[in-house]
């Protein structure tokens, strides 16, 4: 061990994180307060789906790339379906279209106010958190109004949706997304001119234009640091064809910037559905596919509520795949984290983490600090106070704000 | 010795203190139980908290099916636990392995791995099941006139 | 001529062995044929050098019957996806990584070598991913030869019925 090595402390986090997307460790070295160096671990919810689904049939599996993710569950199996359409060559009714749309926006509103939550959450300020959830609740109601279910709703079939889209289904939407529009308003103003949010958001966690083309960043990470990546506008895809998306990006690199951006997704999105129900066409939602899927390979990408996401599925002329392979979007993400970290200090790891969206980040990571002969047991509870004493003494005291 | 059973019964049964494991869960029910936590359905009104250590928790909610990663670090977090302890397995995946039955990293349903109290299906398990779940649970802990058995 | 057809015709002036084993697929996606690890490693080389193609989207892996295959999807400012197919012999499947050209197919090539088998060189060191760590030793899962029903999950071994026994079932 060199002389410089002995001033260094290495930290590892995890590897269970209850509750994201993909439980990981963290190796965290310290130099004081600095950190260092970062290095990832994942792999801990590896469950072996894409095996699992070439022993099934393709309408099983889209049962199964449903549930590769809770929250970004249409987007995964749009994609499927996307694929096993070209396959096959079916042209899906536009009105099936429209509704893959509005859900996939719903979708984002619900997944960004999660993370605007639970980021909020990591930095101390549970008000914002309880409000940002008590608003995701209405759209899940909606996606339980019309899907039949809270999360997982399954509103994709191959050759178009499963269910009618009425006017009540479309009244109910827009009610709720106007009410939602005043909320982001006042949520947006906060973001932005709320000093002590501010200061606890800028300059964290930088990852800059050129270190996010390099590291293949994905989602609000890459478009805030000015890469105007979004497949919705590189390569739109189903109705998105028609419908106007306006592309978000931010220079600002930081987590301020992602916070920025999801906000103005959101409202984006709000506009999204506004026209797709108002520009919906009418005409049947599927059309019948075959079981046996021609032989070919296809590659199919979207955007989910954390970037892009490719699925790739080759058929064989059987009712089975030979093979699937989903790459969601947190996976191009991790890669960024990593470097993000190292620049920044101890107090600024929940919140850099959490700011590329891995889902939710809380309870029980056990982290142990260990320095020399002393080993100390922490969980992620105790870091995420630990970040908001930290900042108290620099004068930031987020539990002070009121919304 | 019943006296002191009796003190820790009613003592559970008035604030349980749950922690949540993601054993390999696509992250659908772990979002529904953080959502049982928060304004709308607020389970901590009924002095349920949610609590980040293992070693301070009543009830262990276990979401998903166990994949081979988490197997040890379930059976060490149980261990951890206090006693009295009790398990809700929420979410299909987590009473039987549900659609990741059979994959290769995948072992099954809590069950296979640690003793389970309280069995939540559901693909993914609504708010309201999980919080009748925690009442049942405690319900199973006093007597008919509220006190403990 | 379309920007798809542009590229295709560049690379095929670069590298004749392209002619004829590169084609569009559709509008955004150019796929080529299987190109072994030298002729794979001088155009990925070159789209990384002197085309633009600065993301790395992914690599997967794929089982061939006697080969193994690898799909670098590859892609630049215009969003055109560029799938470069490598292949490697089971008996001996070393590939060379490029994470010095792309720096995110790290975590992808780990993958590739935990369950597919594949030997890459020049992978720096880490952790394995993602498969447990008392995985039994040459059990690759997503080769198609391998059933997840043989893995006994307690004892952490693959047990293959003798082939007599299979015969009697």
Redesign the interface.
């Known amino acids: 061990m060199s002389e410089t090595d002995k001033n260094k402390v290495v930290i590892p986090i995890g590897p269970q994180h209850p509750s994201l997307d993909e439980p990981a460790?963290f190796t965290i070295t310290l130099e004081g307060e600095k950190v260092v160096n970062a290095?990832i671990?994942?792999?801990y919810n590896?469950r072996?789906l894409?095996?699992?689904c070439e022993s099934r049939t393709y309408i099983q599996d889209l049962y199964i790339i449903e549930r590769v993710c809770g929250i970004c569950s249409h987007a995964h199996s749009t994609a499927f379906c996307m694929a096993i359409e070209e396959l096959t060559g079916v042209k899906v009714p536009m009105r099936a279209e429209y509704i893959r749309v509005i859900v996939a926006e719903l979708e984002r509103l619900h997944s960004h106010l999660l993370w605007l939550g639970t980021a909020c959450h990591e930095i101390g300020y549970d008000t914002m958190f309880m409000y940002t959830w008590r608003d995701r609740e209405k759209i899940l109601d909606l996606m339980a109004s019309y899907g039949g279910n809270r999360i997982n709703y399954g509103v994709n079939t191959f050759g178009g949706v499963r269910r009618e889209f009425d006017e009540t289904t479309s009244s109910d939407i827009i009610k709720t997304i106007d009410e939602l529009d005043e909320h982001l308003k006042r949520y947006m103003e906060i973001a932005l001119t709320e000093t002590t949010l501010v200061s606890r958001l800028k300059g964290v966690g930088m990852l800059s234009h050129e270190d996010a083309?390099?590291?293949?960043a994905v989602g609000p990470v890459a478009k805030a640091a000015g890469i105007g990546y979004d497949i919705r506008v590189?390569?739109p895809y189903g109705a998105y064809k028609e419908i106007p998306v306006k592309l978000i990006t931010d220079d600002r690199a930081d987590v301020y910037g992602r916070t920025v951006v999801r906000i103005l997704e959101m409202q984006e999105s709000v506009k999204i559905i506004r026209y797709a129900i108002k520009n919906m066409p009418g005409g049947d939602i599927a059309v019948k596919v075959p079981r046996r899927i021609p032989a070919g390979?296809i590659?199919t990408r979207v955007e989910a509520p954390r970037g892009?996401n490719?699925h790739?599925v080759?058929s064989n002329g059987t009712d089975m795949p030979d093979?699937v392979?989903v790459?969601a979007p947190t996976?191009?993400n991790?890669?960024g984290v990593q470097h993000m970290l190292k620049s920044g200090r101890l107090a600024d790891v929940p919140i850099t983490i959490a700011a590329i969206d891995p889902c939710y980040s809380c309870t029980d990571r056990a982290i142990v600090v260990n320095s020399g002969d002393n080993i100390n047991v922490m969980d992620w509870k105790q870091l995420r106070q630990y970040s908001i004493d930290w900042y108290k003494k620099e004068g930031i005291d987020i539990t002070a704000l009121k919304l | 010795m019943d006296l002191i059973k009796k003190a820790i019964d009613w003592g559970t049964s008035k604030s349980p203190w749950i922690l949540h494991f993601n054993a390999g869960a696509c992250n659908g029910c772990d979002i529904e139980v953080v959502d049982s936590l928060t304004p709308r359905f607020d389970l901590e009104r009924v002095g349920v908290l949610k609590h980040g250590t293992p070693r301070q928790a009543d009830i262990l909610v276990c979401t998903g099916a166990v994949t081979?990663?988490t197997r040890d670090r379930l059976i060490q977090i149980y261990d951890q636990m206090a006693e009295p302890k009790f398990v809700i397995a929420v979410g299909t995946c987590a009473c039987t392995g549900g659609i990741f039955d059979?994959?290769?990293?995948v072992?099954g349903g809590i069950d296979t791995v640690i003793p389970v109290d309280v069995y939540l299906p559901g693909c993914a398990v609504r708010p309201e099941a999980i919080i009748s779940a925690v009442e049942k649970l405690l319900s199973s802990l006093k007597d008919d006139k509220g006190g403990a058995k | 001529m379309s920007r798809e057809e542009e590229i295709v015709k560049e690379l095929c002036d670069r590298f004749p062995f392209l002619q004829d084993r590169i084609y569009v697929q559709k509008e955004?996606?150019i796929?080529t044929k299987e190109l072994s690890k030298e002729e794979f490693e001088q155009v990925i080389a070159f789209v990384h050098d002197e085309m633009g193609f600065?993301?790395?989207?992914?690599v997967?892996g794929?089982?061939e019957g006697d080969n193994l295959g690898f799909?670098y999807?590859v892609s630049g400012s215009d969003?055109i996806?560029l799938?470069l197919r490598e292949i490697a012999p089971k008996s001996n499947p070393v590939i060379n990584s490029i994470c010095k050209l792309?720096?995110?197919i790290?975590?992808?090539e780990r993958e590739l070598v935990d369950l597919f088998g594949a030997v890459v060189e020049g992978l720096p060191e880490?952790?394995?991913?993602?498969?447990?760590d008392?995985?039994p030793k040459g059990n690759y899962?997503?080769r198609k030869e391998w059933n997840?029903?043989y893995?006994n999950?307690d004892t952490?071994t693959y047990e293959p019925p003798q082939e007599k026994e299979a015969e009697n079932e």
């Open positions: 460790t290095v671990g994942v792999g590896h072996g894409e095996k699992a083309l390099n590291f293949g590189a390569e390979e590659l892009e490719i790739f080759r093979r392979r790459k996976e191009a991790w890669h | 081979l990663q059979g994959c290769y990293c072992t | 955004k996606r796929f600065y993301r790395s989207h992914h997967i794929t089982d799909l999807i969003n996806l799938i792309y720096p995110s790290v975590l992808h880490g952790p394995s991913y993602p498969l447990p008392n995985w899962p997503m997840p029903k893995l999950k952490m």
